[in-house]
């Protein structure tokens, strides 16, 4: 195998207790809502966890299992371990998992206070009373000390969880004590007020912990792999910092058997985007903590944080600063990474956009989604495949932005022969202005994989020319794919035609057209974004928005981010029209009131509209057609990739 020569230390083995893994990358906790009302394993869940390990992990891992449901249930469907019932489910999905090449691994976990408060994984808490460290009024309600015959509870309902996930079939079990959930939350010496043998030192607000892994021991035996998600930082004042981090590790260090190190906390929304990093920050920019833990421990220690790239996960293990490395995101991108990269053919991996779609579909719909994947969260109805096409179709793709390609590629894929007609020089559409910003390099990745998959699919190209009427009948194709793309709004705004004007994707393109002041119009996810990107090239930046967010549109996972970025980086002016542009300036009004915002150029960001004139007219052109993408309703990446693969198995 190519990726054994080039990625040595990823693909060598590495015994973790009794088991052995085949390569040091690990399928991190995830857990999408995909779970029955009673706490049980879905078809669709054991479908999601198996196609991790088809795609090589060594090891799956489902994230977030309850262990006492009665109190510590955070989120509104989570797998609960002492449902009645629930084993099938469990012992379905480890076999699958098996079957698929990988062990089976599964965390164990208790929101503490979050079980009977509203948290970011929803609002239908399972207890009445929410139980903490100590008493703490919050703006989602009180929360009462847990008694300590209730701590004694909890400790042995880990125990039996333990023991069930062995007994169903798991080869590890993780205990989840980061992220601002239960051990988080009496490790923290804000939120541990406790005068008892559970609060005060270190070591005592440590105990339950240390209880709870020695119960978790007890439940299954010896050798059984113990693996704990520990924080190298909580990165907030309430928590712990670095050094205190380190001291709970090494006592925690002969109890367990691989160290999971994260940070931050789940149910703060400053720290969600470094527990999860956004696109604003480094890839790997967690790995420093897993590096210094490393250095106190004799436990193999394993590093998370929206890693994706071999060649640096490489780098991670070969430098020493972690044994193993766990990947979440990136495995819903493409769960076939690691095989990828074992074979050599790394080029090919869908990358990560870090747009959170995936956390957005699980809060929205209780599913999970991808922007780049379209089967993601599909996998059960992918595994019954399709039929083959009766007949080798003459197939035209009028337009070569991530629609048309993706068409392109699955319909080539099926066996038609295809021709993608792009009227620019290039491939790539909006993609190219999308990913033209440092922070989002991950579109541009994503679109030079996907001008790889059209060549090596044998699509015909033909660039430098626009699809008409007169060319589709010329062409007369069997199927026509109809992916022309939107066109940018261009409001009757007085001014709009003034030399200091550009458009967003001329000026995103381009940002050594701006001068020095610039306003936006429009405060959408295209001026937002544009605003970050032009401050860091340098310019003052303004954003004027009529209504009264930004970036409503984005699901408030990446919006989390990307405020405290775009915060950082405009002016930004709310509930605001514009009345006229000036050579100057824009004139705007808001509450009655004119008022001048100063500006060197004007980007105009006020969105794009679907040419459907155009459209309906090519689609009279072709008994089978399909209408792909932007010019069938705009959207984001996550619309024109999974309308043009679908599209595309039906032909």
Known sequence: MKGKEKYPHIFSPIRIGNIRLKNRIIAAPTSPSMITTDGHFTPEMIAYLEEKALGGASVVTYGESIVHSATGKSHNKQLQLDSFGVKQGMAQAARAIHNAGAYANIQLSHGGKYGGLTSVGGEHGCSDVAYGPSPETTPAGEVQEMPRELILEIIESYRAGARLCKDCGFDMVQVHAAHGWLFSQFLSPVMNQRTDEFGGSLENRARFLLMVLDAVRDGVGPRFPIEIRLSGDDLTDSGLGLEDCIEVAKMVDDKVDLFNISCGNHEDPDMFCRTHPSAFFPRGVNVYLAAEIKKHVKTPVASVGSLKDPEQIEE??????????????????DPYLPKKALEGNAEDITPCLRCYECFGE????????????????????????RKDPERRKK??????????????????????????????????????PAGAADFKKDIADFCR?????????????????EVTEAYIREFAPDVLFVAIGSNELVPPIKGIDLPNVIMAIDAELHPEKLGKKVVIMGGGLVGSEAAISFSHEGKECSIIEMKGKVAEEVNSFYRGGLMVEVEKSASIYLNTTVKEILPTGVLCQRDGKEFIVEADSVVCALGFRAPYDKVDSFCDLADEYYIIGDCKNVGQIYQAVNSAYYAAQLV
Do not use: F, Y
């Open 395 to 432: 197939v035209l793709v009028a337009g070569g932005g991530p629609a048309g390609m993706e068409a392109a590629i699955t319909a080539a894929n099926r066996g038609h022969d295809v021709t993608l007609v792009e009227k620019a020089g290039k491939l790539g559409g909006n993609l190219h």
């Open 362 to 385: 699980t809060s929205r719909s209780e599913t999970v989604k991808c922007a780049v994947n379209p089967t993601m969260g599909q996998q059960l109805s992918e595994k019954c495949g």
């Open 449 to 465: 994989v996907l001008i790889k998959r059209v060549e090596e699919a044998g699509v015909k190209v033909v660039l430098n020319t």
């Open 316 to 333: 991670i293990i070969a430098t020493g600063q972690a044994d193993i490395v766990e990947i979440g995101r990136a495995l819903l991108a």
